[in-house]
């Protein structure tokens, strides 16, 4: 349950956490009128809403630390500026879903298909899982990019398969990080096992998107720059920047001959909104 989060880090507005209404303290929780605000959400894909335009109105409060932590959702913690470490205890996941997992998605249209389908998933695993690994996920009318808010550039990272990534996004994602995908049809299905698992070699350490990363920028000058087209290789590619302050807003643009001038799922990612990064 959510009691086994909040034994080892500072919630606010969760009944039986740290801080909520009636057990208040200023020294440990501050402001009042912070307990009254929940510090620990789910998002729930069915409600109108518009994730991609900073929409909020599908996000679920927890309310409760007698709430159950569900595998494989994803979850948006505030604990605040200071980094935590946890443990969390039990049995494996048990059941139908005991080394293989159905990560819960849906798809609810309300006629644009732009605002629908979003889900907020996690890795249930304790190891990293690589995105592309074909024999580790079933993927039933899912996009192929996956979103991480990066909260050291204001920003989400993105990383389409076949394609690359942008603001810091890559094949691999750490444990226990949660991540956006979208469903692009009824009766989605996104299934993962232990093949997606990484445990040596590359990926097998990736950053948890929570973490201060370097960040690299190539001034870049050109005049009727020329790329080779040879066939659908997708390794030529020009990686755009715009930064402000600690902020980061990257685009890149990926030259492929299977792909078209419309936005193409298989090879093109939406980008979601941000209020903090400048945006290209």
């Not at 020294?27 to 409600?47: K, L």
């Not at 109108?48 to 979850?75: C, F, H």
């Not at 074909?134 to 990066?150: E, Q």
């Not at 902020?247 to 030259?255: G, K, R, S």
Request: charged share 10%; proline share 6%; aromatic share 14%.
């Amino acid at each position: 349950t959510i009691a086994d989060w909040a034994d080892d880090f500072t919630t606010w507005g969760i009944s039986g956490g740290t801080c909520y209404s009636g057990n208040c303290p200023y020294s440990i929780c501050g402001p009042s009128w912070w307990c009254s605000w929940p510090s620990i959400y789910w998002y729930d894909e069915t409600v109108n809403d518009s994730v991609q335009n900073g929409a909020t109105n599908g996000y679920v409060a927890i309310t409760s630390t007698s709430q159950p932590i569900v595998p494989g959702r994803g979850y948006f913690i505030y604990h605040g500026p200071n980094p935590d470490t946890f443990a969390v205890t039990g049995g494996l996941t048990s059941g139908s879903n005991a080394f293989t997992i159905n990560l819960p998605v849906s798809y609810t249209t309300y006629g644009r298909p732009d605002d629908d389908g979003w889900n907020l998933v996690a890795n249930p695993y304790p190891a990293p899982v690589d995105w592309d690994n074909s024999s580790g996920w079933l993927k039933t009318n899912i996009s192929p990019t996956i979103w991480i808010w990066n909260h050291n550039i204001g920003d989400y990272a993105t990383y389409t398969t076949g394609s690359g990534g942008t603001n810091g996004g890559s094949r691999y994602i750490a444990s226990s990080q949660a991540f956006w995908v979208k469903a692009t049809g009824s009766s989605p299905q996104l299934q993962i096992n232990e093949n997606a698992k990484v445990v040596t070699g590359a990926g097998s350490n990736p950053d948890f998107l929570k973490t201060t990363q370097p960040q690299k920028f190539v001034p870049l000058f050109f005049d009727d720059f020329n790329v080779a087209q040879t066939g659908s290789d997708t390794g030529m590619y020009i990686r755009l920047a715009i930064t402000s302050g600690s902020y980061i807003n990257e685009a890149l643009i990926v030259f492929n001959n299977s792909a078209t001038e419309n936005f193409d799922i298989n090879y093109d990612a939406y980008e979601l909104h941000s209020d903090d990064a400048p945006n290209l």
